[in-house]
T-cell receptor
């Protein structure tokens, strides 16, 4: 089992729709959770961090964390073509920061 | 905050040669990480430093790979006797110490793309 798993893509949504990205992790001792966006040929850039169970909202982005289910998700509301990228889930646990393989999102105009 | 700087941006080398990459982290960050990323995959952890101490090294990392951070500032990653399988993007990232909420996020450099022919 991979340490961090993301729903396989690619994911395609129409402009203005909600995009839902999911991530599960294996280390129950994980403490901090992050979502990164990576455009093709570029390095990852931080979108959001979340540390406590529940929802955290930042503009059009909402991160959700459920430690009991070892699950973290990212919702993107009112998706825009500029949101088209690969989204990486990252988890900091007893070992160091581990990344999922990423989910490629395409937002179609 | 000038960001994380990596040099060179691109490196093409022949199989069997040694290569060295440099990373300059954000100045107030005491943690520095090296990752490797291949096409279609997420960043794969290689090693990290807290100040000058190398605290963890991936079990998957061959003995041909070595990293240093001699004065707790910049870091170098050396790959000896390169193989074609080493072709990848090598990413450096830095972060602050753990804050009240939890571990600080990583800030990535632009990476060094290595091609081994």
């Amino acid at each position: 089992q991979k340490e961090v798993e993301q729903n396989s893509g690619p994911l395609s949504v129409p402009e203005g729709a909600i995009a839902s990205l999911n991530c599960t992790y294996s280390d129950r001792g994980s403490q901090s959770f992050f979502w990164y966006r990576q455009y093709s040929g570029k390095s990852p850039e931080l979108i959001m961090s979340i540390y406590s169970n529940g929802d955290k909202e930042d503009g059009r982005f909402t991160a959700q964390l459920n430690k009991a289910s070892q699950y973290v998700s990212l919702l993107i509301r009112d998706s825009q073509p500029s949101d088209s990228a690969t989204y990486l889930c990252a988890v900091k646990g007893n070992n160091d920061m581990r990344f999922g393989a990423g989910t490629r999102l395409t937002v179609k105009p | 905050d000038t960001g994380v700087s990596q040099d060179p941006r691109h490196k093409i080398t022949k199989r069997g040669q040694n290569v060295t990459f440099r990373c300059d982290p954000i100045s107030e960050h005491n943690r520095l990480y090296w990752y490797r990323q291949t096409l279609g995959q997420g960043p794969e952890f290689l090693t990290y430093f807290q100040n000058e101490a190398q605290l963890e090294k991936s079990r998957l990392l061959s003995d041909r790979f070595s990293a240093e951070r001699p004065k707790g500032s910049f870091s170098t990653l050396e790959i000896q006797r390169t193989e074609q399988g080493d072709s990848a993007m090598y990413l450096c990232a830095s972060s602050r110490r753990k804050g009240q909420g939890g571990w600080a996020a990583l800030h990535f450099g632009n990476g060094t793309r290595l091609t081994v022919t």
